[in-house]
T-cell receptor, first 111, second 114 residues
Framework: QKEVEQDPGPLSVPEGAIVSLNCTYSNSAFQYFMWYRQYSRKGPELLMYTYSSGNKEDGRFTAQVDKSSKYISLFIRDSQPSDSATYLCAMIKAAGNKLTFGGGTRVLVKP | DVKVTQSSRYLVKRTGEKVFLECVQDMDHENMFWYRQDPGLGLRLIYFSYDVKMKEKGDIPEGYSVSREKKERFSLILESASTNQTSMYLC?????????????FGSGTRLTVV
């Protein structure tokens, strides 16, 4: 069983819809949680970073963490075609610098 | 402003060849990482380095080695390339203490072994 599970998609939504992405994890040692966005033929870029359980907003993006359920989410409001990409969740334990990634969800926002 | 540079975007190599993938960062980061990315499997850590001449195995080190002679350069070596090493290879770097938020990735090298 993988430490971090993420639905591979693809997830296809119309422009303007809310995109909902999530990951589950099995190791309660993970303390920091991140979402990366990866465009085709590019490296991943950090989108959101959270530590504690709860919500964090940044513009159209909201990240949620529920440590008790070992579940994290990313919501994209008012989605745009430029949001079409692969979204990777990642997490790290309190000690150490190694990220563990989910498999990524491919998102397609149709105009 | 490119910060993590991978020397090649695309490479085609033959089975049994020794392959070198180069990564250079200009941010004075202590930590450097090599991942491979495969559909459905996400990013898997091959090797990482916390300092010059230091290296540690990641989750899938078999068939690979690394070299870090200078702080800014981290090389991944495929000793004898095999077809199951066909993949996208991503290099990343980070500052110690900023591991949670400080990863910067290169654009990747897509390696095909024939």
């Amino acid at each position: 069983q993988k430490e971090v599970e993420q639905d591979p998609g693809p997830l296809s939504v119309p422009e303007g819809a809310i995109v909902s992405l999530n990951c589950t994890y099995s190791n309660s040692a993970f303390q920091y949680f991140m979402w990366y966005r990866q465009y085709s033929r590019k490296g991943p870029e950090l989108l959101m970073y959270t530590y504690s359980s709860g919500n964090k907003e940044d513009g159209r993006f909201t990240a949620q963490v529920d440590k008790s359920s070992k579940y994290i989410s990313l919501f994209i409001r008012d989605s745009q075609p430029s949001d079409s990409a692969t979204y990777l969740c990642a997490m790290i334990k309190a000690a150490g610098n190694k990220l563990t990634f989910g498999g990524g969800t491919r998102v397609l926002v149709k105009p | 402003d490119v910060k993590v540079t991978q020397s090649s975007r695309y490479l085609v190599k033959r089975t049994g060849e020794k392959v070198f993938l180069e990564c250079v960062q200009d941010m004075d980061h202590e930590n450097m990482f090599w991942y491979r990315q495969d559909p459905g499997l996400g990013l898997r850590l091959i090797y990482f380095s916390y300092d010059v001449k230091m290296k540690e195995k990641g989750d899938i080190p078999e068939g690979y080695s690394v070299s870090r002679e200078k702080k800014e350069r981290f090389s991944l070596i495929l000793e004898s390339a095999s077809t199951n090493q066909t993949s996208m290879y991503l290099c990343a770097s980070s500052l110690t203490g900023q591991g949670a938020a400080g990863y910067t990735f290169g654009s990747g090298t897509r390696l095909t072994v024939v």
